[in-house]
């Protein structure tokens, strides 16, 4: 568990010099500027590794027995770390849709933001949260982890025939996507009625930027592709249909690319010329 740092530790982050600090954060960080997916997957570690899955799960398990608070990225932390303007967006659309909170949460691991977020939620009439994910993923979380409102799900369609979701969250995960576009896509043709993005990395200006991700070892031995977004040609794409309601700063904030920098911003939009002003669909 994350606990708070030893006099060591806080002794050795002021005495070290700022120049190590700062090849460590490139070491472990976002770095290149690939052109294409499979380049990028060769110098990648990736997410298919079965050790990332397990220590998720180790994680999700503590939360889940009262021994950790929190868990983000297979990491627990004693108090959660919440993103306050995801959970007003949850509850804001909770209110739209009579106290009801019908949600599927793509790529939502076995659970962050669902354990994250349920002590606001547990008073609403209703909560429904799916999750589509990896195979794997599924599986473990239907074992261990599913119950009356958590779901697990191995592909969009499906879910959404069974559960018939208002809205989908994407919390740090799209932008790992080989074709993130295709998938908006997708999202766009099931006219979900609000669409939330959170932790989600952006650059003002050039085209989207492919770089890798690599994982600083003392969370778990990884790296992978990963996109900045060009902000304008994001929302540009997700105007057609929606509204923007809300934009926010996310956990990251600032972000090193190399020698430039992104931005880790969420977003909230409702689809445009709907009815769920306190009414059903």
């Known amino acids: 568990m994350q606990r708070a740092e030893s006099m060591f530790m806080k002794i050795a982050r002021k005495i070290t010099p700022p120049f190590i600090v700062d090849i460590y954060n490139i070491i472990f960080g976002f770095m290149g500027d690939y052109k294409n997916w499979s380049d ?37 932390f004693e108090r959660i ?26 790529g939502g691991s076995l659970g962050s933001s669902y354990r994250q977020n349920k002590t606001f939620l547990k ?5 429904r949260w799916s999750i589509v994910e990896q195979e794997k993923f599924v599986r473990c979380g239907k074992e261990y982890f599913e119950n009356a409102q958590l779901k697990f799900y191995d592909d969009l369609k499906t879910c959404c025939l069974e559960m018939q979701p208002d ?23 099931h ?3 609000f669409l939330i993005f959170d932790r989600t990395t952006f650059i003002e200006s050039g085209e989207d930027r492919l770089t890798i991700q690599k994982v600083k070892p003392t969370i778990y031995e ?22 923007l ?19 880790d911003k969420g977003f909230i939009f409702s689809r445009r010329n709907n009815i769920w002003h306190g009414m059903e669909r």
């Open 167 to 189: 809205a989908i969250l994407f919390s740090g995960v799209i932008q790992y996507l080989e074709k993130p576009y295709a998938l908006l896509e997708e999202v766009l043709s």
């Open 81 to 106: 770390q919440y993103s306050w303007p995801l959970l007003a967006g949850l509850l804001w659309i909770a209110s739209c849709k009579k106290n009801r909170l019908n949600i599927v949460d793509y």
């Open 245 to 263: 309601v809300a934009e926010f700063d996310a956990l990251a904030g600032t972000i090193r690319i190399n020698n430039r920098y992104g931005n």
């Open 222 to 243: 990884a790296s992978y592709p990963a996109w900045f977004f060009n902000r304008e040609k994001f929302l540009s794409f997700l105007s057609r249909d929606y509204e």
């Open 123 to 127: 008073h609403l009439q209703e909560l």
């Open 40 to 76: 990028a997957v060769k110098d990648s570690v990736g997410y298919d590794s079965d050790i990332i899955l397990r220590k998720v799960f180790d994680s999700s398990l503590q939360v889940e027995n009262g021994k950790a608070a929190y868990e983000r990225d297979s990491v627990t």
């Open 191 to 193: 006219k979900f009625d």
